[in-house]
């Protein structure tokens, strides 16, 4: 069995996660890997589980909270769900 690194159950179904920067997770489950994996939101600050929107190396978990960001809302264009006419 291994232990998840973020909650610290020792569970047989854990499961690694290899980063692109090499570093190695061991978790019990999708929520304990995203606590430790997902980045957040720098307006609302909540988890990024999504494509997210990155606007000049900052992170947002959609574009209305990028729009909100001071400097940047001419920048967001959002036309997923708008209507055509």
Request: aromatic content about 8%.
């Amino acid at each position: 069995m291994a232990t998840c690194d973020v909650c610290g159950n020792d569970y047989w179904m854990a499961f690694e996660v290899r980063t692109v920067g090499g570093g190695a997770y061991t978790f019990d489950s999708i929520e304990c890997a995203a606590q430790r994996l997902a980045p957040r939101c720098e307006h609302c600050d909540c988890r990024i589980l999504g494509h997210g929107v990155e606007v000049e190396g900052r992170f947002f978990c959609c574009a209305h909270c990028a729009r909100s960001a001071e400097g940047l809302g001419g920048q967001i264009k959002d036309t997923a769900g708008a209507h055509p006419g």
